[in-house]
């Protein structure tokens, strides 16, 4: 099994580019979360879906979007990217409710300048 | 506003002794407690986790311990060996979100 799937690992943008971070998982999961890692900050939630059709903001959503049209995919749009957006970002999924184990991606790593 | 607080930042310990990391958190409405450990250049994976209705929970050479009066939970980590060399995070889930500690790179010299 795949997994949690994370493309691409790698990206750099310039100011003000757009782009989308994508999440796809395999385990018919219901609860899909987005994170950034940041040193000295731990992980951060981003936004979070409950299921299909319905998301929420978790701590951090500024500059960020969300859709979740499938079960299976989720990906994190960053509409005008800004040089504080330099991270990693993880995607997580885990069974309906979130409280059990949270199955991580490889993460990708942004590089805004 | 931190919700976890996790400490130590790191942690260096030699081969065979023990590693306690400690995180103290606010809020008292969770449901579950994970630690996460994570590998460079890997996303964090589950190494063990509490329920509120838990004092104790071991697996092998991990064991989290939850003093809920104290509004703290610790791991620790047995005979530790150069493989635990990693960051690890302390989280909790509440209300549909799960909130992570800072993390705690762990070095363990053979």
């Known amino acids: 099994n795949a997994g949690v799937t994370q493309t691409p690992k790698f990206q750099v943008l310039k100011t003000g580019q757009s782009m989308t971070l994508q999440c796809a998982q395999d385990m018919n999961h219901e609860y899909m979360s987005w994170y950034r890692q940041d040193p000295g900050m731990g992980l951060r939630l981003i936004h979070y879906s409950v299921g299909a059709g319905i998301t929420d903001q978790g701590e951090v959503p500024n500059g960020y979007n969300v859709s979740r049209s499938t079960t299976e995919d989720f990906p994190l749009r960053l509409l005008s990217a800004a040089p504080s957006q330099t991270s990693v970002y993880f995607c997580?999924?885990?069974?309906?409710?979130?409280?059990?184990?949270?199955?991580f991606g490889q993460g990708t790593r942004l590089t805004v300048v | 506003q931190q919700q976890v607080k996790q400490s130590p930042q790191s942690l260096i310990v030699q081969k065979g002794g023990i590693s306690i990391i400690n995180c103290a958190y606010e809020?008292?409405?969770?449901?579950?407690f994970p630690w996460y450990q994570q590998f460079p250049g890997k996303g964090p994976a589950l190494l063990i986790a509490?329920?509120?209705?838990?004092s104790e929970k071991k697996e092998g050479r991990f064991t989290i311990s939850f003093n809920k009066s104290a509004k703290q939970f610790s791991l620790h980590i047995m005979d530790s060996q150069p493989g635990d060399s990693a960051t690890y995070f302390c989280a909790f889930h509440t209300g549909n979100q799960f909130y992570f500690g800072t993390g705690t790179s762990l070095t363990v010299i053979p």
């Open positions: 509490i329920r509120p209705d838990v």
């Open positions: 809020n008292t409405a969770f449901d579950y």
């Open positions: 997580a999924s885990s069974y309906a409710g979130g409280n059990t184990e949270a199955f």
